[in-house]
């Protein structure tokens, strides 16, 4: 059983660019969770879906926006690059428990 | 893989001691606790989970304790191994599919 899978492991970005990020979910698992992680901190919560809907979103700018596919995959997308969105986003599935399990990242460099 | 946690918090623990990581959450009314290991350059990792009705919870080698009194949980693993180094996190949560919030975090570091 694939344990939740995000692509690409690496990504490098200048400033102003746009940037996608993918995630798959544990199987059975029909809800994503984004975070994003910068050096040293904990993981701070983006926004959620579930039922290809944005059900509820942190405290991040609009540049940051996201889907959910039919197959319960998900995009994290992020405008007009910063250089504090240099870190590691996570993806976390779960279903109705609520157990978030988390895939490896996908660290973003942006120069 | 790069650093997860540069100037965090760090517990040093000879191999085969008992270590005992503490966490202050901040919501009162959080129902549901989980701690992560995220090792280098990796995702957390579920170890333990305790919901707000229960104060302490066993699972193998890992014991979670939680005092709702004082906002405190921690986190106790016998016998570290010097695979159990790693920064740990305490996440709260409402319950349900709600947003984890996590805590500051925790390196610990097992000394062979």
């Given amino acids: 059983d694939a344990g939740v899978t995000q692509s690409p492991t690496h990504l490098i970005k200048t400033r102003g660019q746009q940037v996608t990020l993918r995630c798959s979910?544990?199987?059975g698992h029909d809800t994503v969770s984004w975070y994003q992680q910068a050096l040293g901190q904990g993981p701070q919560f983006i926004f959620q879906y579930y039922e290809e809907e944005e059900r509820q979103r942190g405290n991040f700018?609009?540049?940051f926006s996201g889907h959910q596919f039919p197959n319960y995959s998900s995009e994290l997308n992020v405008n007009a690059l910063l250089l504090g969105d240099s870190a590691l986003y996570l993806c976390a599935s779960s279903w109705d428990t609520g157990t978030q399990y988390f895939g490896p990242g996908t660290r973003l460099t942006v120069l | 893989g790069e650093s997860v946690g540069l100037h965090l918090p760090t517990l040093s623990v000879q191999e085969g001691d008992n270590s005992i990581i503490n966490c202050a959450y901040s919501n009162s009314a959080s129902d549901y606790f989980i701690w992560y290991k995220q090792e280098s350059g990796k995702g957390p990792q579920f170890i333990i989970d305790i919901r707000s009705n229960m104060d302490k919870?066993?699972?193998?080698?890992?014991?979670?304790?939680?005092?709702?009194?004082?906002?405190?949980?921690?986190?106790?693993?016998?016998?570290?191994?010097?695979?159990d180094s790693a920064v740990y996190f305490c996440a709260e949560t409402l319950g349900g599919n709600t947003p984890l919030v996590f805590g500051k975090g925790t390196r610990l570091s097992v000394i062979a």
């Fill in chain 1, 25 to 27: 979910p544990k199987s």
């Fill in chain 1, 61 to 63: 700018p609009d540049r």
């Fill in chain 2, 57 to 83: 919870r066993q699972g193998q080698r890992v014991t979670v304790l939680l005092n709702k009194t004082v906002k405190h949980l921690s986190l106790q693993i016998a016998a570290t191994q010097p695979g």
